[in-house]
């Protein structure tokens, strides 16, 4: 059903694909949880920020999109690759939200989401010091948490 929505191959309410992906994410919360206890290091590409950062640009109350994530596990890290040239490169345009204009309110609503948490990375520059950007932000938070770092959860104040 998302990936159809995803191709434009259906529709489907604003709220209900929000609140489907959401689903997933709480789905899979156990298993995160218990791989993290495990002393497992999971690295999660568009997690719960993504959800909130397209749904609101498509116009729902922040707030709203928050909601449903509440409670979900909160990341150690995001690592934000800013692309803003993304357009650019090749297959880039297929998808539902791969249309410029909507990326640019995505790109707004990561802005607002953004916090102490957040590392930002210009993915523009050379693949060699994105690269080693990435390695620091990742080691770092990876010998923060063997330390013992309790699990966070998302908006929950």
């Given at each position: ?94 998808e539902r939200y791969e249309k410029l204009e909507f990326q640019k309110k995505v790109a707004q609503s990561y802005t607002t989401l953004q916090d102490s948490t957040w590392k930002i990375v210009d993915a523009t520059l050379p693949i060699e010091i994105v690269e080693e950007q990435l390695r620091r932000i990742v080691v770092e ?17």
């Open positions: 059903m998302i990936s159809s929505y995803l191709a434009n191959q259906s529709n489907l309410d604003d709220r209900a694909i929000h609140l489907l992906f959401s689903a997933i994410r709480w789905e899979k919360r156990s298993l995160m949880e218990s791989k993290l206890r495990s002393g497992t290091t999971l690295i999660v590409d568009r997690y719960s920020f993504s959800g909130v950062a397209f749904s609101s640009a498509k116009g729902l109350d922040m707030k709203w999109c928050k909601a449903p994530e509440a409670g979900l596990l909160a990341p150690d890290v995001v690592i934000y690759l800013d692309i803003s040239r993304a357009a650019e490169r090749g297959g880039y345009g297929g938070c990876v010998m923060t948490c063997h330390k013992g770092k309790p699990f966070a959860h998302l908006w929950q104040n």
